[in-house]
């Protein structure tokens, strides 16, 4: 079975650029989220997706940030303008059900962002 | 509020000693307990869960895991390291909509 994949893995920018992520799940999972993992921290949620709905986007900052799911498989992870604090890498997980507490998460590689 | 705790943020070992690394939590209702390897340039992989039942868990490569409701603890181990085990390990708990993760601990093999 494939794995989630992710695309670009690594990308630069320079500040108040634009930058986008994709984010392909395992094929037949409902539910679909992107972390936020910056040097030194443990992943922190920015959006969940069931199928192509927004369960908790609380900590996405919508003033720069965006995020859809088309047609409730692929995702896309936008920011626009970047800042130096958005330097992190940007995990997508998928899984099966639902949104329960148990359900396992799977990961992609993530994508590497560096804003200079 | 819920947490969880790596107190550890580097640890270092020699080949075939045994691990421990330690994970602490904070969570109202009951616990679902995950601990995830990331290795360098890769993404989460997980080693194991618990969700009920037998207090130690059994993962893949190896380690496992003991809940210890009693200490707020789920602390991963391995009898015998190997040097492909070097990579930062998370322990995190399963929260409504979202896995809340500790800082990691960072685990160097040495030869």
């Known amino acids: 079975e494939a794995g989630v994949a992710q695309s670009p893995r690594y990308k630069i920018i320079e500040k108040r650029q634009s930058v986008a992520f994709w984010c392909n799940p395992i094929s037949g999972h409902a539910t679909l989220y992107w972390y936020q993992q910056i040097l030194g921290q443990g992943p922190k949620l920015l959006i969940q997706?069931?199928?192509?709905?927004?369960?908790?986007d609380s900590q996405l900052p919508k003033d720069r940030f965006s995020a859809e799911r088309l047609k409730g498989v692929d995702s896309t992870l936008k920011i626009q303008p970047a800042k130096l604090e958005d330097s992190a890498v940007y995990l997508c997980?998928?899984?099966?059900?639902?949104?329960?507490?148990?359900?396992?998460?799977?990961f992609g590689p993530g994508t590497r962002l560096t804003v200079l | 509020a819920q947490s969880v705790t790596q107190p550890d943020i580097h640890i270092t070992v020699s080949e075939g000693a045994s691990l421990e690394l330690r994970c602490n939590y904070s969570?109202?209702?009951?616990?679902?307990l995950f601990w995830y390897v990331q290795s360098p340039g890769q993404g989460l992989q997980l080693l194991l869960k618990?969700?009920?039942?037998?207090?130690l868990v059994q993962g893949i490569k190896g380690f496992e895991a003991e809940f210890k409701r009693s200490q707020s603890s789920f602390n991963l181990r391995k009898p015998s390291v190997h040097w492909s085990d070097a990579a930062e390990y998370f322990c995190a708990v399963g929260a409504t909509n979202k896995l809340i993760f500790g800082t990691g601990t960072l685990l160097a093999v040495q030869p």
């Open positions: 969570y109202g209702a009951t616990p679902y």
């Open positions: 618990y969700f009920s039942g037998d207090t």
């Open positions: 997980a998928s899984s099966l059900l639902i949104g329960t507490r148990a359900d396992t998460q799977y």
């Open positions: 997706f069931q199928n192509n709905g927004v369960v908790d």
